[in-house]
DNA sequence: CGCAGTTTTGATGGACCTCAAAGACCGTGG
DNA sequence: CCACGGTCTTTGAGGTCCATCAAAACTGCG
Protein backbone atom coordinates (compact mmCIF):
# COMPACT_ATOMS: atom_id res chain seq x y z
CA UNK A 1 0.00 0.00 0.00
CA UNK A 2 1.20 3.04 -1.04
CA UNK A 3 0.84 4.96 2.40
CA UNK A 4 3.14 8.36 2.64
CA UNK A 5 4.32 9.59 5.88
CA UNK A 6 4.81 12.79 6.26
CA UNK A 7 5.34 14.76 9.87
CA UNK A 8 3.62 17.81 9.05
CA UNK A 9 2.46 19.10 12.29
CA UNK A 10 2.76 19.79 16.00
CA UNK A 11 0.26 18.30 18.55
CA UNK A 12 -0.12 21.96 19.94
CA UNK A 13 -0.94 23.35 15.79
CA UNK A 14 -3.25 19.86 15.44
CA UNK A 15 -7.05 20.47 13.93
CA UNK A 16 -8.19 17.86 16.49
CA UNK A 17 -6.19 18.59 19.10
CA UNK A 18 -9.46 19.18 22.16
CA UNK A 19 -11.44 16.52 20.58
CA UNK A 20 -9.52 13.40 19.65
CA UNK A 21 -8.44 10.73 21.78
CA UNK A 22 -5.74 13.56 23.27
CA UNK A 23 -7.82 15.95 23.93
CA UNK A 24 -7.37 15.92 27.86
CA UNK A 25 -3.58 15.57 28.06
CA UNK A 26 -1.14 18.45 28.23
CA UNK A 27 2.28 19.12 29.01
CA UNK A 28 4.40 16.16 29.80
CA UNK A 29 1.55 13.39 28.43
CA UNK A 30 1.35 15.49 25.20
CA UNK A 31 5.00 15.82 24.93
CA UNK A 32 5.44 12.01 25.85
CA UNK A 33 2.52 11.24 22.66
CA UNK A 34 3.91 13.80 19.85
CA UNK A 35 7.03 11.85 20.73
CA UNK A 36 5.68 8.66 19.48
CA UNK A 37 3.20 9.42 17.17
CA UNK A 38 3.37 8.99 13.11
CA UNK A 39 1.30 9.88 10.35
CA UNK A 40 0.03 7.99 7.41
CA UNK A 41 -1.92 9.52 4.45
CA UNK A 42 -4.63 7.38 1.74
CA UNK A 43 -6.18 8.22 -1.23
CA UNK A 44 -9.89 8.37 -1.39
CA UNK A 45 -11.21 5.23 -2.37
CA UNK A 46 -7.93 3.60 -0.65
CA UNK A 47 -8.47 0.22 1.61
CA UNK A 48 -6.82 1.24 5.08
CA UNK A 49 -7.50 -1.97 6.88
CA UNK A 50 -8.92 -5.22 5.56
CA UNK A 51 -11.33 -7.06 7.95
CA UNK A 52 -8.87 -9.54 9.47
CA UNK A 53 -5.93 -7.78 9.03
CA UNK A 54 -3.42 -7.58 12.46
CA UNK A 55 -3.23 -4.46 13.71
CA UNK A 56 -0.35 -3.06 15.31
CA UNK A 57 -1.32 0.35 15.81
CA UNK A 58 -4.31 2.79 16.58
CA UNK A 59 -5.06 6.34 15.04
CA UNK A 60 -7.52 9.02 15.43
CA UNK A 61 -8.25 10.46 11.67
CA UNK A 62 -7.00 13.85 10.95
CA UNK A 63 -8.48 14.88 7.72
CA UNK A 64 -11.03 13.25 5.45
CA UNK A 65 -13.86 10.56 5.92
CA UNK A 66 -13.56 7.15 6.34
CA UNK A 67 -15.88 4.50 6.46
CA UNK A 68 -15.91 1.25 8.78
CA UNK A 69 -17.80 -1.66 7.00
CA UNK A 70 -18.13 -5.72 7.10
CA UNK A 71 -19.68 -7.50 3.91
CA UNK A 72 -21.09 -10.68 4.01
CA UNK A 73 -20.22 -14.10 1.98
CA UNK A 74 -21.74 -12.63 -0.81
CA UNK A 75 -21.05 -9.43 -0.78
CA UNK A 76 -23.91 -7.72 0.82
CA UNK A 77 -22.40 -4.68 2.26
CA UNK A 78 -23.58 -2.41 5.78
CA UNK A 79 -21.42 0.43 6.72
CA UNK A 80 -21.23 0.82 10.26
CA UNK A 81 -19.27 3.01 11.19
CA UNK A 82 -18.40 6.82 9.62
CA UNK A 83 -15.00 8.30 10.81
CA UNK A 84 -14.92 11.64 10.60
CA UNK A 85 -11.87 14.07 12.21
CA UNK A 86 -10.90 13.32 15.78
CA UNK A 87 -12.62 9.86 15.69
CA UNK A 88 -10.61 6.68 16.37
CA UNK A 89 -9.56 4.05 14.89
CA UNK A 90 -8.53 0.85 16.57
CA UNK A 91 -8.77 -0.93 20.08
CA UNK A 92 -6.90 -1.50 22.87
CA UNK A 93 -6.55 -4.94 23.74
CA UNK A 94 -7.39 -6.62 20.06
CA UNK A 95 -4.81 -6.93 17.49
CA UNK A 96 -6.78 -8.22 14.62
CA UNK A 97 -9.22 -5.83 12.67
CA UNK A 98 -12.83 -7.14 12.79
CA UNK A 99 -14.09 -3.95 9.95
CA UNK A 100 -12.99 -3.10 6.50
CA UNK A 101 -11.63 0.75 6.95
CA UNK A 102 -12.19 2.70 3.37
CA UNK A 103 -11.09 5.81 2.97
CA UNK A 104 -13.77 7.76 0.73
CA UNK A 105 -11.55 11.21 0.67
CA UNK A 106 -7.91 11.88 1.11
CA UNK A 107 -7.28 10.85 4.50
CA UNK A 108 -4.37 11.62 7.41
CA UNK A 109 -4.65 10.00 9.92
CA UNK A 110 -2.39 10.18 13.53
CA UNK A 111 -0.97 6.90 14.45
CA UNK A 112 1.09 5.13 17.93
CA UNK A 113 1.55 1.62 17.66
CA UNK A 114 -0.15 -0.68 19.89
CA UNK A 115 2.08 -1.49 22.67
CA UNK A 116 3.08 2.56 23.69
CA UNK A 117 -0.15 3.41 23.65
CA UNK A 118 -1.72 0.75 25.51
CA UNK A 119 1.06 1.22 28.29
CA UNK A 120 0.19 5.06 28.09
CA UNK A 121 -3.78 3.94 28.86
CA UNK A 122 -2.76 2.43 32.05
CA UNK A 123 -0.36 5.17 33.23
CA UNK A 124 -2.73 8.28 31.44
CA UNK A 125 -6.09 7.93 32.83
CA UNK A 126 -7.27 10.86 31.10
CA UNK A 127 -6.39 9.38 27.54
CA UNK A 128 -8.74 6.12 28.74
CA UNK A 129 -11.07 8.86 30.28
CA UNK A 130 -11.59 10.51 26.70
CA UNK A 131 -11.63 7.27 25.06
CA UNK A 132 -14.81 5.94 27.08
CA UNK A 133 -16.35 9.10 26.42
CA UNK A 134 -15.66 8.75 23.08
CA UNK A 135 -17.26 5.17 22.56
CA UNK A 136 -19.89 6.01 24.77
CA UNK A 137 -20.75 8.91 21.80
CA UNK A 138 -20.50 6.41 19.18
CA UNK A 139 -22.32 4.00 21.01
CA UNK A 140 -25.22 6.48 21.28
CA UNK A 141 -24.96 7.01 17.36
CA UNK A 142 -25.11 3.22 16.67
CA UNK A 143 -28.13 3.20 18.27
CA UNK A 144 -30.05 5.53 16.75
CA UNK A 145 -28.66 4.06 13.61
CA UNK A 146 -30.11 0.91 14.22
CA UNK A 147 -33.52 2.78 14.77
CA UNK A 148 -32.72 3.99 11.13
CA UNK A 149 -32.22 0.42 9.73
CA UNK A 150 -34.71 -1.17 11.44
CA UNK A 151 -37.67 1.01 11.33
CA UNK A 152 -37.39 3.38 8.80
CA UNK A 153 -38.49 3.97 5.33
CA UNK A 154 -36.28 4.76 2.76
CA UNK A 155 -37.71 8.15 2.23
CA UNK A 156 -37.04 8.65 5.89
CA UNK A 157 -33.61 7.16 5.79
CA UNK A 158 -32.34 9.43 2.91
CA UNK A 159 -33.51 12.24 4.83
CA UNK A 160 -32.51 11.24 7.92
CA UNK A 161 -28.83 10.78 6.54
CA UNK A 162 -28.95 14.60 4.85
CA UNK A 163 -30.01 15.81 7.79
CA UNK A 164 -27.58 14.52 10.01
CA UNK A 165 -25.25 15.53 7.57
CA UNK A 166 -26.52 19.29 7.66
CA UNK A 167 -26.44 18.84 11.36
CA UNK A 168 -22.84 18.21 11.54
CA UNK A 169 -21.87 20.73 9.01
CA UNK A 170 -23.94 23.72 10.35
CA UNK A 171 -22.56 22.72 14.17
CA UNK A 172 -18.94 22.96 12.87
CA UNK A 173 -20.03 26.46 11.05
CA UNK A 174 -22.27 26.82 14.65
CA UNK A 175 -24.77 28.67 12.24
CA UNK A 176 -28.09 28.78 13.05
CA UNK A 177 -29.88 25.26 12.89
CA UNK A 178 -33.20 26.54 10.34
CA UNK A 179 -32.81 28.54 7.40
CA UNK A 180 -31.39 27.64 4.19
CA UNK A 181 -28.70 25.14 4.49
CA UNK A 182 -26.15 23.83 1.53
CA UNK A 183 -23.73 20.97 2.24
CA UNK A 184 -21.67 18.61 -0.05
CA UNK A 185 -22.71 14.87 0.63
CA UNK A 186 -19.13 13.27 1.49
CA UNK A 187 -20.47 9.71 -0.02
CA UNK A 188 -21.37 8.54 -3.39
CA UNK A 189 -25.07 6.63 -3.85
CA UNK A 190 -23.28 3.32 -3.29
CA UNK A 191 -21.92 4.46 -0.22
CA UNK A 192 -24.82 6.06 1.20
CA UNK A 193 -27.10 2.62 0.29
CA UNK A 194 -24.38 0.83 2.74
CA UNK A 195 -25.16 3.32 4.92
CA UNK A 196 -28.58 3.09 5.19
CA UNK A 197 -29.33 -0.61 4.37
CA UNK A 198 -31.12 0.24 0.99
CA UNK A 199 -29.90 -0.23 -2.68
CA UNK A 200 -28.10 2.67 -4.69
CA UNK A 201 -30.90 2.66 -6.64
CA UNK A 202 -33.41 3.04 -4.23
CA UNK A 203 -31.23 5.81 -2.66
CA UNK A 204 -30.82 7.96 -6.33
CA UNK A 205 -35.19 7.26 -6.64
CA UNK A 206 -35.50 9.06 -3.43
CA UNK A 207 -33.47 11.42 -3.58
CA UNK A 208 -35.18 12.51 -7.16
CA UNK A 209 -38.29 12.27 -4.74
CA UNK A 210 -37.02 14.71 -2.18
CA UNK A 211 -35.92 17.07 -5.21
CA UNK A 212 -39.19 16.44 -7.11
CA UNK A 213 -41.31 17.35 -3.65
CA UNK A 214 -38.96 20.48 -3.10
CA UNK A 215 -37.79 19.51 -0.17
CA UNK A 216 -34.39 19.38 -0.86
CA UNK A 217 -32.31 20.91 -4.29
CA UNK A 218 -29.26 19.58 -5.96
CA UNK A 219 -26.32 21.63 -7.10
CA UNK A 220 -24.38 18.80 -9.44
CA UNK A 221 -24.42 15.29 -7.77
CA UNK A 222 -23.21 15.94 -4.66
CA UNK A 223 -24.59 19.47 -3.25
CA UNK A 224 -27.40 19.50 -1.89
CA UNK A 225 -29.47 22.59 -1.16
CA UNK A 226 -31.56 22.07 1.73
CA UNK A 227 -34.43 25.11 1.54
CA UNK A 228 -35.72 25.07 5.35
CA UNK A 229 -33.98 22.22 7.68
CA UNK A 230 -37.16 22.14 9.34
CA UNK A 231 -38.79 20.58 6.62
CA UNK A 232 -36.43 18.24 6.12
CA UNK A 233 -36.35 17.00 9.58
CA UNK A 234 -40.34 16.53 8.96
CA UNK A 235 -39.34 13.59 6.76
CA UNK A 236 -37.16 11.85 9.05
CA UNK A 237 -39.83 10.49 11.20
CA UNK A 238 -37.70 11.61 14.57
CA UNK A 239 -39.35 14.07 17.01
CA UNK A 240 -39.20 17.68 15.90
CA UNK A 241 -38.90 18.87 19.13
CA UNK A 242 -36.84 16.31 20.28
CA UNK A 243 -33.24 18.71 21.40
CA UNK A 244 -30.00 16.45 22.76
CA UNK A 245 -31.12 15.48 25.64
CA UNK A 246 -27.85 15.88 27.75
CA UNK B 1 -43.75 2.35 40.25
CA UNK B 2 -43.66 -0.79 42.81
CA UNK B 3 -39.81 -1.16 43.65
CA UNK B 4 -38.87 -3.38 46.68
CA UNK B 5 -36.30 -2.55 48.11
CA UNK B 6 -33.65 -5.67 48.95
CA UNK B 7 -30.34 -6.22 50.42
CA UNK B 8 -29.46 -9.30 50.06
CA UNK B 9 -25.99 -10.51 48.79
CA UNK B 10 -22.32 -9.43 49.79
CA UNK B 11 -20.56 -8.60 46.84
CA UNK B 12 -18.17 -11.50 47.50
CA UNK B 13 -21.40 -13.58 46.60
CA UNK B 14 -22.59 -11.46 43.74
CA UNK B 15 -22.91 -13.97 40.71
CA UNK B 16 -21.52 -11.45 38.52
CA UNK B 17 -19.13 -10.16 40.60
CA UNK B 18 -16.48 -10.96 38.19
CA UNK B 19 -18.10 -9.42 35.14
CA UNK B 20 -19.63 -6.51 35.61
CA UNK B 21 -18.24 -2.83 36.16
CA UNK B 22 -17.06 -3.86 39.67
CA UNK B 23 -14.71 -6.97 38.31
CA UNK B 24 -11.56 -5.22 38.47
CA UNK B 25 -12.22 -3.79 41.86
CA UNK B 26 -10.62 -5.52 45.12
CA UNK B 27 -10.17 -4.97 49.04
CA UNK B 28 -11.21 -1.51 49.78
CA UNK B 29 -12.54 -0.52 46.62
CA UNK B 30 -15.18 -3.41 46.73
CA UNK B 31 -15.62 -2.28 50.31
CA UNK B 32 -16.51 1.56 49.32
CA UNK B 33 -18.88 0.12 46.74
CA UNK B 34 -20.51 -2.16 48.61
CA UNK B 35 -21.09 0.75 50.83
CA UNK B 36 -22.84 3.50 48.77
CA UNK B 37 -24.59 0.07 46.63
CA UNK B 38 -28.48 -0.74 46.98
CA UNK B 39 -30.74 -3.13 45.04
CA UNK B 40 -33.79 -2.66 43.27
CA UNK B 41 -36.08 -5.39 41.75
CA UNK B 42 -38.69 -4.97 38.75
CA UNK B 43 -41.54 -7.48 37.84
CA UNK B 44 -41.54 -8.98 34.29
CA UNK B 45 -43.33 -6.31 32.02
CA UNK B 46 -42.39 -3.36 34.29
CA UNK B 47 -40.59 -0.08 32.68
CA UNK B 48 -37.62 0.28 34.75
CA UNK B 49 -36.59 3.33 32.98
CA UNK B 50 -38.73 5.92 30.71
CA UNK B 51 -36.97 8.21 28.06
CA UNK B 52 -36.74 11.62 28.51
CA UNK B 53 -36.22 10.64 32.78
CA UNK B 54 -34.13 12.81 35.26
CA UNK B 55 -31.57 9.60 35.89
CA UNK B 56 -30.11 9.87 39.19
CA UNK B 57 -28.47 6.41 39.50
CA UNK B 58 -26.09 4.31 37.32
CA UNK B 59 -27.11 0.17 37.22
CA UNK B 60 -25.57 -3.58 37.11
CA UNK B 61 -27.99 -5.85 36.18
CA UNK B 62 -27.72 -8.71 38.59
CA UNK B 63 -30.56 -11.31 37.71
CA UNK B 64 -32.99 -10.99 35.10
CA UNK B 65 -33.35 -9.57 31.18
CA UNK B 66 -34.21 -6.20 30.77
CA UNK B 67 -33.96 -3.94 27.18
CA UNK B 68 -33.18 -0.84 26.12
CA UNK B 69 -35.17 0.56 22.92
CA UNK B 70 -36.32 3.63 20.96
CA UNK B 71 -40.27 4.51 20.00
CA UNK B 72 -41.48 6.55 17.13
CA UNK B 73 -43.89 8.88 17.59
CA UNK B 74 -46.57 6.30 15.21
CA UNK B 75 -45.17 3.64 17.78
CA UNK B 76 -42.47 2.03 15.82
CA UNK B 77 -39.94 0.74 17.99
CA UNK B 78 -36.44 -0.56 17.80
CA UNK B 79 -34.63 -2.54 19.99
CA UNK B 80 -30.79 -1.25 20.34
CA UNK B 81 -29.88 -3.17 23.60
CA UNK B 82 -30.49 -6.47 24.96
CA UNK B 83 -29.80 -5.90 28.65
CA UNK B 84 -28.53 -9.02 30.74
CA UNK B 85 -26.99 -9.75 34.03
CA UNK B 86 -23.77 -7.77 34.57
CA UNK B 87 -24.74 -5.48 31.61
CA UNK B 88 -24.48 -1.87 32.68
CA UNK B 89 -27.10 0.61 32.76
CA UNK B 90 -26.92 4.70 32.31
CA UNK B 91 -23.69 6.54 31.16
CA UNK B 92 -21.58 8.88 33.65
CA UNK B 93 -22.09 12.59 32.73
CA UNK B 94 -25.52 12.27 31.08
CA UNK B 95 -28.45 12.92 33.97
CA UNK B 96 -31.43 12.26 31.03
CA UNK B 97 -32.08 8.80 29.84
CA UNK B 98 -31.94 8.27 25.92
CA UNK B 99 -33.58 5.15 25.90
CA UNK B 100 -37.16 3.60 27.50
CA UNK B 101 -35.63 0.41 29.73
CA UNK B 102 -38.16 -2.39 29.88
CA UNK B 103 -37.74 -5.47 32.31
CA UNK B 104 -38.83 -8.75 29.95
CA UNK B 105 -38.38 -10.68 32.89
CA UNK B 106 -38.13 -10.51 36.55
CA UNK B 107 -35.23 -8.03 37.20
CA UNK B 108 -33.13 -7.22 40.34
CA UNK B 109 -30.23 -4.53 39.63
CA UNK B 110 -27.40 -3.22 42.11
CA UNK B 111 -27.75 0.64 41.90
CA UNK B 112 -25.03 3.53 42.54
CA UNK B 113 -26.16 6.99 42.83
CA UNK B 114 -24.91 8.50 40.13
CA UNK B 115 -23.30 11.46 41.89
CA UNK B 116 -20.71 9.08 43.98
CA UNK B 117 -20.48 6.78 41.19
CA UNK B 118 -18.74 9.50 39.52
CA UNK B 119 -16.24 10.41 41.87
CA UNK B 120 -15.38 7.50 42.03
CA UNK B 121 -14.53 6.61 38.82
CA UNK B 122 -11.77 9.76 38.83
CA UNK B 123 -10.30 8.05 42.08
CA UNK B 124 -10.59 4.83 41.02
CA UNK B 125 -9.32 4.56 37.30
CA UNK B 126 -10.16 0.53 37.29
CA UNK B 127 -13.88 0.95 37.24
CA UNK B 128 -13.16 3.06 34.30
CA UNK B 129 -11.19 0.67 32.57
CA UNK B 130 -13.57 -2.10 32.94
CA UNK B 131 -16.57 0.60 31.60
CA UNK B 132 -14.47 1.55 28.74
CA UNK B 133 -14.36 -2.60 28.03
CA UNK B 134 -17.91 -3.03 28.14
CA UNK B 135 -18.33 -0.21 26.13
CA UNK B 136 -16.20 -1.40 23.41
CA UNK B 137 -17.60 -4.62 24.01
CA UNK B 138 -21.16 -3.41 23.30
CA UNK B 139 -20.19 -1.29 20.19
CA UNK B 140 -18.66 -4.25 18.50
CA UNK B 141 -22.25 -6.05 19.36
CA UNK B 142 -24.06 -2.87 17.85
CA UNK B 143 -22.24 -3.10 14.76
CA UNK B 144 -23.23 -6.96 14.32
CA UNK B 145 -26.81 -6.11 15.22
CA UNK B 146 -26.37 -3.24 12.23
CA UNK B 147 -25.68 -5.98 9.60
CA UNK B 148 -28.58 -8.09 10.94
CA UNK B 149 -30.95 -4.84 10.54
CA UNK B 150 -29.47 -3.46 7.67
CA UNK B 151 -28.67 -6.73 5.12
CA UNK B 152 -30.24 -9.57 6.82
CA UNK B 153 -33.45 -11.46 5.09
CA UNK B 154 -35.84 -12.10 7.79
CA UNK B 155 -34.65 -16.02 7.74
CA UNK B 156 -31.12 -14.75 8.20
CA UNK B 157 -32.67 -12.35 11.17
CA UNK B 158 -34.41 -15.10 13.56
CA UNK B 159 -31.58 -17.56 12.59
CA UNK B 160 -28.93 -15.25 14.08
CA UNK B 161 -31.00 -14.63 16.81
CA UNK B 162 -31.50 -18.17 17.79
CA UNK B 163 -27.67 -18.92 17.43
CA UNK B 164 -26.79 -16.10 19.76
CA UNK B 165 -28.24 -16.94 22.55
CA UNK B 166 -27.86 -20.44 21.88
CA UNK B 167 -24.41 -19.21 21.92
CA UNK B 168 -24.44 -17.10 24.88
CA UNK B 169 -25.88 -19.82 26.84
CA UNK B 170 -23.86 -23.00 25.67
CA UNK B 171 -20.97 -20.38 26.42
CA UNK B 172 -22.13 -20.19 30.09
CA UNK B 173 -22.78 -24.25 30.64
CA UNK B 174 -19.54 -24.67 28.90
CA UNK B 175 -20.80 -26.86 26.63
CA UNK B 176 -19.34 -27.81 23.34
CA UNK B 177 -20.47 -25.55 20.30
CA UNK B 178 -22.44 -28.17 18.54
CA UNK B 179 -24.38 -31.06 18.62
CA UNK B 180 -28.14 -30.66 20.32
CA UNK B 181 -28.83 -27.86 22.23
CA UNK B 182 -31.56 -26.74 23.61
CA UNK B 183 -32.21 -22.54 25.16
CA UNK B 184 -35.28 -21.12 26.50
CA UNK B 185 -36.06 -18.02 24.28
CA UNK B 186 -36.22 -15.38 26.73
CA UNK B 187 -37.98 -12.83 24.89
CA UNK B 188 -42.11 -12.78 22.91
CA UNK B 189 -42.46 -12.96 19.09
CA UNK B 190 -42.78 -9.36 19.37
CA UNK B 191 -40.11 -8.49 21.27
CA UNK B 192 -38.27 -10.33 19.09
CA UNK B 193 -39.52 -8.26 15.91
CA UNK B 194 -38.36 -5.45 17.88
CA UNK B 195 -34.87 -6.69 17.51
CA UNK B 196 -35.22 -7.73 14.24
CA UNK B 197 -36.77 -5.26 12.68
CA UNK B 198 -39.50 -6.98 11.68
CA UNK B 199 -43.42 -7.73 12.65
CA UNK B 200 -44.03 -10.21 14.81
CA UNK B 201 -46.22 -11.82 12.12
CA UNK B 202 -42.90 -12.48 10.09
CA UNK B 203 -40.98 -13.78 12.94
CA UNK B 204 -43.85 -15.93 13.91
CA UNK B 205 -43.97 -17.49 10.27
CA UNK B 206 -40.09 -18.08 10.12
CA UNK B 207 -39.87 -19.89 12.87
CA UNK B 208 -42.54 -21.58 11.42
CA UNK B 209 -40.33 -22.42 8.40
CA UNK B 210 -37.26 -23.25 10.58
CA UNK B 211 -39.19 -25.67 12.16
CA UNK B 212 -40.96 -27.07 8.95
CA UNK B 213 -37.27 -27.65 7.54
CA UNK B 214 -36.08 -29.12 10.43
CA UNK B 215 -33.49 -26.30 11.50
CA UNK B 216 -35.35 -26.53 14.56
CA UNK B 217 -38.00 -28.02 17.25
CA UNK B 218 -40.22 -26.26 19.37
CA UNK B 219 -41.43 -27.54 23.19
CA UNK B 220 -43.96 -25.37 23.98
CA UNK B 221 -43.78 -21.52 22.37
CA UNK B 222 -40.54 -20.66 23.95
CA UNK B 223 -37.95 -23.25 24.44
CA UNK B 224 -36.10 -24.20 21.10
CA UNK B 225 -34.12 -27.22 20.48
CA UNK B 226 -31.59 -27.29 17.73
CA UNK B 227 -30.35 -30.35 16.87
CA UNK B 228 -27.05 -29.53 14.78
CA UNK B 229 -25.97 -25.93 15.59
CA UNK B 230 -23.70 -25.64 12.73
CA UNK B 231 -26.76 -26.53 10.73
CA UNK B 232 -28.20 -23.08 12.14
CA UNK B 233 -25.48 -21.17 11.41
CA UNK B 234 -25.44 -21.86 7.46
CA UNK B 235 -28.58 -20.18 7.99
CA UNK B 236 -27.65 -16.94 9.85
CA UNK B 237 -25.55 -15.89 6.23
CA UNK B 238 -22.30 -15.07 8.54
CA UNK B 239 -19.02 -16.87 8.16
CA UNK B 240 -19.14 -20.37 9.20
CA UNK B 241 -15.25 -20.61 9.92
CA UNK B 242 -14.99 -17.10 11.27
CA UNK B 243 -14.28 -17.57 15.02
CA UNK B 244 -13.85 -14.96 17.67
CA UNK B 245 -11.33 -12.50 15.92
CA UNK B 246 -9.82 -11.45 19.30
C1' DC C 1 -65.95 -21.99 31.21
C1' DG C 2 -64.84 -17.58 29.52
C1' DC C 3 -61.57 -14.07 28.86
C1' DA C 4 -57.20 -11.71 27.81
C1' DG C 5 -52.81 -12.16 26.04
C1' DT C 6 -49.93 -14.47 22.86
C1' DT C 7 -49.09 -16.97 18.76
C1' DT C 8 -50.18 -18.94 14.34
C1' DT C 9 -51.97 -18.85 9.80
C1' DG C 10 -54.13 -16.77 5.66
C1' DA C 11 -54.94 -13.23 1.95
C1' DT C 12 -53.53 -9.15 -0.13
C1' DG C 13 -50.85 -5.18 -1.31
C1' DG C 14 -46.96 -2.31 -1.47
C1' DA C 15 -42.15 -0.92 -0.65
C1' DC C 16 -38.07 -1.99 -2.08
C1' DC C 17 -34.88 -5.11 -4.79
C1' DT C 18 -33.21 -6.86 -9.19
C1' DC C 19 -32.06 -6.52 -13.78
C1' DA C 20 -31.39 -3.52 -17.58
C1' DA C 21 -30.25 0.49 -20.22
C1' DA C 22 -29.51 5.16 -20.90
C1' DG C 23 -27.69 9.63 -19.29
C1' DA C 24 -24.32 12.74 -16.88
C1' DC C 25 -19.75 13.82 -15.56
C1' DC C 26 -14.70 13.82 -15.92
C1' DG C 27 -10.20 13.06 -17.29
C1' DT C 28 -7.31 11.33 -21.17
C1' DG C 29 -5.48 11.38 -25.52
C1' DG C 30 -5.92 11.81 -30.45
C1' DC D 1 -11.42 20.83 -29.63
C1' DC D 2 -14.01 16.77 -29.50
C1' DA D 3 -14.15 11.80 -29.33
C1' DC D 4 -13.62 8.19 -26.05
C1' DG D 5 -13.87 5.32 -22.09
C1' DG D 6 -14.70 4.83 -17.22
C1' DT D 7 -17.27 5.85 -13.26
C1' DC D 8 -21.21 7.44 -11.16
C1' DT D 9 -26.07 8.35 -11.46
C1' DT D 10 -30.74 8.23 -13.11
C1' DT D 11 -34.76 6.02 -14.79
C1' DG D 12 -37.71 2.09 -16.15
C1' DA D 13 -40.06 -2.56 -15.85
C1' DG D 14 -41.03 -6.43 -13.30
C1' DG D 15 -40.81 -9.43 -9.35
C1' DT D 16 -40.34 -10.63 -4.45
C1' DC D 17 -40.12 -10.29 0.32
C1' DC D 18 -42.20 -8.59 4.01
C1' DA D 19 -45.94 -5.52 6.11
C1' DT D 20 -50.69 -5.03 6.84
C1' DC D 21 -55.16 -6.49 7.91
C1' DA D 22 -57.93 -10.17 9.59
C1' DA D 23 -59.26 -14.20 11.98
C1' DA D 24 -58.50 -18.44 14.23
C1' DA D 25 -55.84 -21.37 17.57
C1' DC D 26 -53.49 -21.79 21.72
C1' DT D 27 -52.21 -20.71 26.69
C1' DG D 28 -52.80 -19.55 31.25
C1' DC D 29 -55.82 -17.95 34.85
C1' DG D 30 -59.67 -16.38 37.62
Redesign the interface.
Known amino acids: MNQSLIEYKECSDCPIRHRAVCARCEGEELDHLESIKYYRSYTAGQSMIWA?DRMDFVASVIEGVAT?S?T???G???M??LLLPSDFIG?P???????HVTAISDVTVCCFRKKPFEELLVTT?QI??R???M??D???A??????L???KTAREKISSLIAIIARRDTELKALLPSGEVSVVLPLTREAMADY??LTLETVSRQISALKKDGIIQLEGKRKVIIPDLETLMEET???TDGGP??
Open positions: GLQMEDRTQVGRGRDIAPYPGQLLEALELDAREWMLLGRLGGDDLY
